[in-house]
């Protein structure tokens, strides 16, 4: 079975440029989870979807950052304007509504110079 | 607001070395506990989850136990392949609508040596 898929794996950019990371759940997974991970802070969620609708999005630092699921097979997370201290590794991941675990995908390393 | 945290923050073992990692937590109603093992450039790869305190479970050589306050991931007899970063999260108890928010801790730094 298929897992979770992200692109890119790895995004190199500059300042001030709109970065999209995308992902596709595990097919019928009905919950998706956008977590940010980095030496400093560990793994943060940042926004999680309940049947495409965004159930808490308090872990997005600022409205730089959005994402949305216009469906129950794709999402994005879009930072625009990107700074450098966005650069971490972005992991999507999705599960059963309230049935876990949570499977992750393999991330996207975002480097913003 | 819940809390994990995780120790040691790396850990050396020799081959065949067995030993434990911790996980403590605070939450406001454990709805369930699980452990991840992620290896580099990769996302966490589910290992376990636990519901209630006194609860276990194995697979190969690793062995996840629960007590009201702690988990502990026991390592029998390690294989060099065992190195990762194994990672504890804690879900709360909550509301029906609020859905499955995973707390996560900073992670064991596990390197076993041949």
């Known amino acids: 079975d298929a897992g979770v898929i992200q692109s890119p794996r790895h995004e190199v950019t500059e300042m001030g440029q709109e970065v999209t990371l995308r992902c596709k759940p595990i097919?019928?997974?009905?919950?998706l989870f956008w977590y940010r991970q980095t030496m400093m802070r560990g793994l943060e969620l940042l926004i999680y979807?309940?049947?495409?609708?965004?159930?808490?999005d308090s872990g997005m630092p600022e409205d730089r950052f959005s994402a949305k699921m216009p469906n129950a097979s794709f999402s994005t997370l879009k930072i625009q304007p990107s700074e450098p201290r966005d650069s971490a590794v972005y992991f999507c991941?999705?599960?059963?509504?309230?049935?876990?675990?949570?499977?992750f995908g393999d991330g996207t390393r975002l480097s913003i110079l | 607001e819940d809390q994990v945290t995780q120790s040691p923050e790396a850990l050396r073992l020799q081959e065949g070395e067995s030993s434990s990692l911790n996980c403590s937590y605070t939450?406001?109603?454990?709805?369930?506990l699980f452990w991840y093992r992620q290896d580099p450039g990769k996302g966490p790869e589910f290992l376990f989850t636990?519901?209630?305190a006194g609860e276990e479970k194995e697979k190969e050589r690793l062995k996840a136990t629960l007590t009201k306050k702690e988990s502990f991931l026991h390592i029998t007899a390690p294989k060099p392949e065992d190195s990762a970063t194994y990672l504890c999260?804690?879900?709360?108890?909550?509301?029906?609508?609020?859905?499955?928010?995973?707390?996560f801790g900073e992670g064991t730094q596990l390197t076993v040596n041949p």
């Open positions: 991941a999705s599960s059963f509504y309230k049935r876990q675990p949570q499977h």
């Open positions: 097919s019928g997974h009905n919950s």
């Open positions: 979807f309940n049947n495409n609708v965004p159930i808490d």
């Open positions: 939450v406001s109603g454990l709805r369930g």
């Open positions: 636990l519901y209630s």
């Open positions: 999260a804690v879900q709360a108890r909550v509301e029906e609508t609020s859905g499955s928010r995973l707390t």
